[in-house]
């Protein structure tokens, strides 16, 4: 059995140093880096990495258990996906909370009067700093969707039960939406 060491603050053995860093690419969302690094051996290699402003997800829950989720075809993997309703946060500064309720009416026409954080996920640690806050929302109340010029969204509500069974069954295929079903469904 292979034994992990706790996270602590004797891991500067693993840290690398960045030497010189460039833009590659500066888009509207993405922003790709290339940086010069010293290795802990002393060896300097290079990191492209995507520096991305970070963004907020929620899980709206209703009354009887069903959560709210939104259909939208994603142009990177080519199809249509269930996920939770997300959006990236509009400055540095912007509070994370804020953002996910933003994105719970644009995306769905709902409002909450309870709205929880459950996690911070880093959704690509390997080549990109993008954190996303994911919260919970509950005491929904309707309202009229009003999304971006371009966003094409359909809503969908589905039993809590049904859509842990679609993470299951490979249905539900997006982090953010896989993480907040499990952190939900281990809480019922």
Known sequence: M???????NNDNDLIEKKIDS??????????VRCDSVRLPNGNVTTREWVKHPGAA????????GRVILVRQYRYPVQRVTLEIPAGKLDS?????LDCA????????????SDVEK????????????????????KGLVPGKQHTDDDEF???????????????????IIDA?????????????
């Open 92 to 96: 540095p500064d912007e509070n994370p």
């Open 176 to 188: 953010k939406t896989i993480a907040a079903i499990l952190w939900e469904f281990a809480r019922r």
């Open 57 to 64: 997800a929620v899980l709206p829950i209703l009354p009887d």
């Open 22 to 31: 460039k833009n590659v690419f500066d888009g509207h969302l993405l922003h």
């Open 2 to 8: 292979v034994m992990t060491d706790k996270m602590n």
């Open 101 to 112: 309720k933003r994105e719970l009416a644009e995306e769905t026409g709902y409002h909450a």
């Open 153 to 171: 969204i359909h809503v969908v509500e589905v039993p809590l039960e049904k859509a842990y069974e679609m993470v299951q069954n490979g249905e």
């Open 118 to 137: 459950i996690l911070t996920l880093a959704t690509t640690v390997g080549f990109s700093n993008e954190f996303i806050h994911i919260y919970t929302a």
